[in-house]
């Protein structure tokens, strides 16, 4: 079979587009509902999906006038649909920053168990002081400390997930013996960030780890992903610019040691799908008339850490800006922002329209075959193994990829008609975790 | 109607018997089965019971060897489980000492958000070293240390969960307004354990609160319960204990200025029910029978903090046990089992069939008139409003004890036929939390 598609849907309420929430028909509560997710999630399964997706920030995020800002918390929210789905990947943001290794990692693993093998962690560092000051700090961590100790965090998890061996338990109601107590390990962990005795009290699950996913595209962040991720979401405005990222992400994880072909890079996209592509772009016109450009532009203002009052909405970004280096948050999307801006000679304006729709990730609006064309264009010139969809409206967003996109790239060969496998990595093609401890001989 | 019995069931995987996992025809992989804890939950609902509870701790809490000790994380689990199910309560244990407030008071928010207001929390403080070194510490923080942060913890729980008003989400698509921003408030709550700004990112959710439970009996863990439990669980092996543990909490609650009826005393009782009381008395002899000595020595030593040698199954336990005042881990229960010992006599190995059987908790063996009488005597006079149900095997004994004494305490009167409201408070007859800053006019 020739190389397939991969596609996850990034769960978002009402819709990646700021203003969605405000169109007639639209759930204003969806953010908080159960029932809300549960379509979502079997749309993408019918549709034959690799994963949802959940992104997520300890911290009241955006101002809860504007738009809904309330977020269920991703691990439980994604336990709940594992019940109500049956071969999706649940793939749930969480920040080493401000977790205990011991407690995450038990509750990724409890996940991969309660969904027979369909976990994924989208691992993140949170950016911004506010999150910081939920956790007893007065400001955020530096950029590279925050990635230092996401580096231990995961030293640590994947420890704690091999602190089982796969045939540790026997269960023989005979003799009394549950497990062979010599294939549980303490892991005696004592680094620079943590110290954690182990074992895990959960046993390996099915998929040994949850898939590991990352998003950051900073150098940090690269350097991170080519480490750790199987998966990488990323947000990418231009074929060239996916091509130059895809690139250098394989090549930096064939220096790290690994098979390239072991990292998913997956652009996110925001399809806007019309009958016509003069539908396509009228939906996303009314889109961005609903925006509310006063708290659009304190939010653009607060990324590039400029006074809101130097951004005028009809004039170009000021030449000043801060650098990424002078910026201890989410780096690269400050960079991304000012280069589509500069280089498209955007008005603030324009530019908050953009951002608004799909916060710097690439808007396909055109007709179902127009929306395929592209995709396969990507995919086939090494821009894509897959992609993160983000539809502008939900449900109907996703709704109209399944039912009118997806049938067209099953035609043409390029995504499964059926789920292959049972397990989250089984559906993007990764192979399961070996256990280091039994590798290393260490339980020979 | 007259006063009703509340019935929770303590989920726990073959059985609160510690040999239960080796009877012929358990399922030894329960503790990991998403489908074994569903039939459990809705036999619970289908007896019209008030809640499912699952205690924690994170750590490998018991030798893994000789049962099965792997625990899914409680909040994930119950989220699974609220889809499941549609009325019954939702009780997980957590730890005050090593979570932060912010993840833990969003956790229970979502949950009860998920689960249409049926989460409820067991606040624990969590016993024990080997807990501690999970979480950089090397040894665990002082008794007293952990209920002071255990009250802090809840002073800012209960702040994030007020953090958002009631009535703050508005979702008024035409003027773009999704929340009051005004009736949204910070919390900026400053103290010796947390510094934590919030507000929370999740919504006031059905309940306001989780149904706060507790079940630690030593002074301090009195005094904690009075201050802010709504619903005690506790290990009493004899009536007149029951009775005045009963007393002393709603003495204590009332002490605190609080309504006593609005303290629901649930002690465990582990029911063990035959067709004839020979037959009750045979099964529990034979669960005994399976326990196996060496081990159950060793988690009694490790408990009473002696040398494991000192103790010969034979003979009564040594006179020269350290103190309650030297042990800094479960305080209540090492002095409810040397109490236990020296009133009856027992010789270790009587003691460690008692334990394995309840661990501390009251046997009712006989009949189901029987079951239901020794309930109503308690009910009746002073001792419980309710129970805690920890069958020895699962689901054998929630099953008869569903089918056989649930319908003679219907008949009685005692116990509802139907729900009657919604929620998990509703079910326990208590009070919504009323909205404290609205309370406290700085909404007015």
Do not use: C
């Not at 749930?92 to 205990?100: D, F, H, M, P, R």
């Not at 993140?124 to 961590?141: E, H, S």
């Not at 801006?341 to 603030?348: I, S």
């Not at 953009?354 to 007709?367: N, Y």
């Amino acid at each position: 079979m020739s190389r397939q598609l991969h596609f996850n849907l990034f769960l978002h309420d009402t819709g990646h587009h700021e203003a969605s929430w405000r169109l007639p028909g639209s759930d204003p509560h969806a953010n908080l509902s159960l029932a809300a997710h549960q379509h979502l999630a079997r749309v993408a399964e019918d549709a034959k999906f690799d994963s949802v997706f959940l992104a997520d920030s300890p911290v009241l995020w955006s101002d809860p006038g504007r738009r809904p800002a309330g977020k269920l918390e991703p691990t439980l929210l994604l336990a709940a649909l594992a019940v109500s789905t049956s071969r999706i990947g649940l793939i749930a943001t969480a920040s080493t920053s401000y977790n205990e290794p011991f407690n995450l990692a038990r509750r990724f693993a409890s996940l991969d168990h309660l969904s027979g093998g369909r976990a994924g962690w989208n691992i993140v560092t949170t950016a911004g002081d506010a999150a910081a000051r939920n956790f007893g700090l007065q400001d955020q961590p530096l950029h590279r400390t925050r990635y230092e100790r996401a580096d231990e965090f995961l030293q640590v998890s994947t420890k704690l997930w091999d602190s089982w061996a796969d045939d540790a338990i026997v269960a023989d109601r005979t003799s009394g013996v549950h497990a062979r107590s010599e294939l549980v390990r303490a892991i005696n962990h004592s680094g620079e960030f943590f110290r954690v005795d182990g074992a895990l009290n959960v046993p390996r699950s099915p998929q040994a780890y949850p898939l590991l996913v990352q998003a950051g595209s900073s150098a940090d962040g690269r350097g991170f992903a080519a480490k750790w991720a199987e998966a990488v979401f990323t947000a990418q405005p231009t074929l060239a610019e996916s091509q130059e990222f895809y690139a250098d992400i394989k090549r930096r994880a064939a220096e790290a040691g690994r098979d390239p072909d072991h990292v998913v890079v997956l652009p996110g996209i925001v399809p806007v799908i019309g009958a016509t592509a003069a539908e396509a772009r009228e939906l996303d016109a009314e889109l961005d008339r609903l925006i509310a450009p006063q708290y659009a532009v304190a939010t653009l203002a607060h990324t590039l850490r400029v006074d809101p009052e130097r951004l005028r909405l009809d004039e170009p970004l000021p030449d000043d800006l801060p650098s990424e280096d002078e910026i201890e948050g989410a780096k690269s999307r400050r960079t991304l922002i000012v280069d589509w801006a500069r280089r498209d000679h955007l008005t603030v304006r324009q530019l908050i329209g953009k951002l608004g729709g799909g916060r710097g990730h690439r808007t396909f609006a055109g007709t179902p075959v127009q929306v395929a064309d592209t995709i396969q264009h990507y995919f086939e010139n090494g821009a894509a193994d897959g992609f993160n969809i983000m539809p502008a409206v939900l449900p109907s967003g996703i709704e109209k990829f399944a039912g009118e996109v997806v049938p067209i790239l099953q035609e043409r060969g390029l995504f499964r008609t059926e789920y292959r496998g049972t397990t989250l990595r089984e559906h993007y093609g990764l192979p399961r975790p070996a256990h280091r401890f039994v590798r290393e001989g260490a339980l020979a």
